[in-house]
């Protein structure tokens, strides 16, 4: 996978200045969208699966039903379970507005398992998996299809150490870790409902450049990040743990991608048993050693690039002498000064590509703004909270020493402040946890924004192969001309040349045969590209206005039980209000 | 300006005119700040206005210009003349923040000081005193040399810390027990005492929670505010609908900021600020009990003398010598001091009682004032942000529909 060394942005986000945000992150769905088995919401899934069918040849045989529930069901919701458009109760209020159930996921009963403690960050940990239900679908882009009820969950946990018994360069054995990757589904293509493997990093690092290689000009998720460090720190728990997180959400992400999801590599990863059977990423220095070993053989011989190679991109090491006719020909392209054989024409392409750059920027900008924004509620939630308490403190204070009525009066109205503002404090927070999987929606589809770059470079190696061969193909045929415009003057023949002519003309049709066969992939990503690009754009507008909704009806419902709490207060307090006047 | 208007109640307010003739009422009131002068020099000087029908004053309204030190000398006068009362604190000199004079420092030094005259204008003896009368009548130049007259006899008078600071050591060094255990045992006293101290601390902490709370405010609207522009600026990219709905999302977002950023002033005015006032009139009483200390001590040591000195005089009067006219005479002046000194003393005790139940009254008000100020002004901003956020709801609504 083309992600390979850059570190996905929303990883980036995860782990960022504050730990407050990690610890909020965790393994809670970004999604206000938490609840119901999977039939929640159908954004455009449906849609999608009816644009990949053009691909393969038959139609899709859930497209039919992907019309009807596509068109209605990105956001709407059945009018009667619809909170937002009656009247707010408050807490239906803070209902994600997609959920079908109307089982209130925000309301206050559900936080009676929080461990609130207010006054160190760790309580957000109460608010994990324990209390939640095995069956909610996680990640943001959840899309399982309401037609047709499919869902997958995939959890990794139970991290261990394992020693690697093999002969490794390093004597005296490597420790590796390895961690339970678990899933749940009921997709039929899997064959079973429960099931559970060890894997390592490495293996996903396999999958992730498998995938890379099977779904050119596709938004393949970038996989977390290597990480080389020493093994010291690889074993660290902290490390562990993040490594973990990050795992488990890259696995949820493909599961999000229609074609990844049903493919071989994913379904082999998630359920052979053992060691991984997808063949291995060779390490640089072999392949270095393997491609060395092959230059010679294609300096001296007239060795093209076989048919089916063309379809991956030269590769360092194996390939070479293709990988320095594409550079010549890269130079050429952006030096000579003539057109390059093929270029990339699609306008509509091009304008969207720029779209994208600019989406990206703003995404960015807006990433960061949120996480801002995050941290500012954050602090208020807890400089309101540390009001609270000092404020609990001298009312105790105050009736501990107490002389005067008025001292045991005011302490009770100072206790009744003090409550306020706690509960206020921890409002506050709640509306943060949540206001954070609303906005991740922002740092997902900047994550998303590395998948769509490989996806274009993907579409630019694949032309510029195309373009290399053409240029081959073309000094070819005037060597080819040459060769038998000087034969054609000596009668009968030179036996030499005329094998090389012959020769010539094989090689000739191998770089035709390649040509074509690359102008077919080309094209194939082109229109990879091009469906993704649309499928990106659906998916976003739906994913956006969810986003948008539940920010708006998070801060809503807040901001209304936060008032009330005030206005008791006020009422109580109105008394001295008159008495001083 | 919505400052706390009950503190200026009690006897008459600024709507005196109204008020039958017959009844004696005293009105003050501090507005009208402007900086004058410039550079290091620069300074605020303050209208005073007094309305009155007492006597003793040379008319019915009267203005004056003065500046902060011109409160300070009529501090320092009360508390040197008026031993037991815990008079009214004056708000932090604090040189940093008057070298920047924000419009919101000044408006806040301004409450501060009207507080404070009224405070003196409304009790019973305080207002009764010529230095308030001097300070509330006569012309800025008297005013000035006045001021000057005093700089030397007390500390500088910007360093009213200071005094505090020193206060505060001597005191706790008598409550500890440091110097020689001249103190009085009375355990409700040592109660008080105990009371003041430990309040202090907590008063403290409240109002840093309070400040801290105040820069919250305006920290989270900022934050929205610039949320609210990136939104929009995302919204650019999609269009059509859905770029509308960021643009008016980030719109909102801008006018809750707005919002945020107003309660943040009324916080600052409306509970950070009787908190720090409570803070002050807590170091006020803590001076008071450092003089009550001076007056026991002294009191202490005069008796001490006069029983060494009635000793001495019974030896000479035995001897005849002729040092007993002397040393009678002494005797006699320092049994009227020490009589002095226990009249004081008993004076500032009475005082001091009463000015405490006082005290726990109008403080007992002040938080009751402050809490529902907080109360009120946090419950009409949460509301003023629901309804903002639920305007959008509909729009947003209309968006998936379409």
Known sequence: ?581 | MDHQQPQRSLSGSSQSPRSPPSQPYLSVSVIDPVKLGNGVQAYISYRVITKTNLPEYQGPEKIVIRRYSDFVWLHDRLFEKYKGIFIPPLPEKSAVEKFRFSAEFIEMRRQALDLFLNRIASHHELRQSEDLRTFLQVDEEVMERLRAHETGIFKKPADLMQIFKDVQSKVSDVVLGKEKPVEESNPEYEKLKHYIFELENHLAEAQKHAYRLVKRHRELGKSLSDFGKAIKLLGACEGDALGKAFSELGAKSELVSVRLQKEAHQLLMNFEEPIKDYVRAVQSIKATIAERANAFRQQCELAETIKLKEINLDKLMLTRSDKVREAENEYRELKEASEEATRRFETMVILMNEEIVRFQEQKTLDMGVAFHEFAKGQARLANNIADAWRSLLPKLEACSLS
Not at chain 1, 117 to 132: A, K, Q
Not at chain 1, 182 to 199: C, G, L, Q
Not at chain 1, 223 to 250: C, G, H, I, T, W
Not at chain 1, 491 to 518: P, Q, S
């Open chain 1, 1 to 581: 996978m083309m992600g390979a060394e850059n570190q996905g942005f929303e990883e980036a986000h995860l782990y960022a200045s504050k730990e407050e945000m990690e610890s909020l992150v965790l393994d809670e769905p970004p999604s206000p969208n938490a609840n119901g088995n999977g039939n929640a919401n159908s954004k455009s899934f449906s849609n999608y699966r009816s644009a990949m069918s053009s691909l393969p040849d038959s139609h899709h045989p859930l497209s039919a039903s992907a019309s009807t529930s596509a068109s209605t069901s990105a956001l709407a919701i059945p009018a009667d379970s619809d909170p937002l458009l009656a009247p707010p109760p408050y807490p239906e209020e803070l209902h994600s507005p997609t959920s079908h159930d109307n089982s209130s996921y925000i309301e206050p009963p559900s936080y009676a398992d929080v461990i609130f403690s207010p006054f160190d960050g760790e309580d957000i940990n109460g608010l994990e998996s324990p209390s939640r239900t095995s069956d909610i679908t996680p990640a943001s882009f959840s899309r399982s299809s309401s037609s047709t009820g499919e869902y997958i969950r995939i959890t990794v946990s139970n991290p261990q150490k394992e020693q690697e018994t093999s002969n490794s360069i390093v004597p005296g054995g490597n420790t590796y870790v390895t961690y339970l990757i678990t899933t749940r589904t009921n997709i039929p293509e899997f064959e079973a409902t429960e099931f559970s493997v060890r894997r390592r990093f490495r293996d996903v690092v396999t999958l992730s450049d498998r995938l890379a290689e099977s779904y050119r000009g596709f938004f393949v998720p970038p996989r977390p990040d290597k990480n080389v460090v020493e093994s010291q720190v690889m074993q660290k728990q902290e490390f562990v743990e993040q490594r973990r997180v990050a795992l488990e959400k890259y696995l949820m992400r493909l599961s999000e991608h229609p074609m990844i999801l049903k493919s071989d590599e994913f379904k082999v990863f998630l359920q052979v048993q053992g060691k991984l059977p997808l063949p291995t990423s060779t390490d640089v220095a072999s392949r270095m050693l393997d491609g060395a070993v092959k230059l010679p053989k294609q300096l001296l011989g007239e060795t093209v690039v076989a048919p089916h190679e063309v379809v991956q991109p030269a590769k360092g090491g194996r390939d070479l002498l293709r990988l320095f006719k594409e550079l010549k020909q890269s130079v050429v392209n952006d030096w000579s000064g003539s057109k390059p054989p093929l270029v990339e024409e699609d306008k509509e392409f091009l304008e969207r590509k720029d779209r994208v750059h600019d989406l990206e920027q703003q995404l960015s900008n807006s990433s960061q703004q949120a996480e801002s924004l995050v941290k500012a509620q954050q602090d208020m939630g807890e400089t309101m909270g540390e009001l609270g308490l000092a404020f609990i403190k001298l009312t105790k204070f105050e009736n501990e020493e107490a002389v005067f009525n008025s001292q045991r009066a005011r302490a009770v109205d100072m206790k009744n402040f003090a409550t306020a503002a706690v509960k206020a404090s921890r409002f506050y927070r709640e509306l943060n946890l949540h206001m954070v999987k609303h906005l991740d929606t922002l740092h997902e589809y900047l994550g998303l924004m590395l998948a769509v770059h490989s996806a274009f470079s993907d579409r630019s190696s694949a032309l510029l192969t195309v373009q290399t061969l053409l240029t081959e193909l073309s000094s070819l045929q005037s060597r080819s001309e040459k060769l038998e415009a000087a034969s054609s003057k000596i009668f009968g023949g030179d036996k030499t040349r005329i094998r090389k002519m012959e020769e010539l003309k094989e090689t000739l049709r191998v770089t035709e045969d390649a040509k074509n066969v690359a102008i077919r992939e080309y094209e194939r990503i082109k229109e990879n590209n091009r469906t993704e690009l649309e499928r990106l754009d659906k998916e976003r507008h739906a994913d956006f206005l969810n986003m948008l909704k539940g920010f708006v009806v998070n801060q809503v419902g807040y901001a209304e039980k936060i008032a009330n709490v005030w206005g008791k207060v006020a009422e109580e307090t109105s008394g001295y209000v008159k008495e001083s006047i």
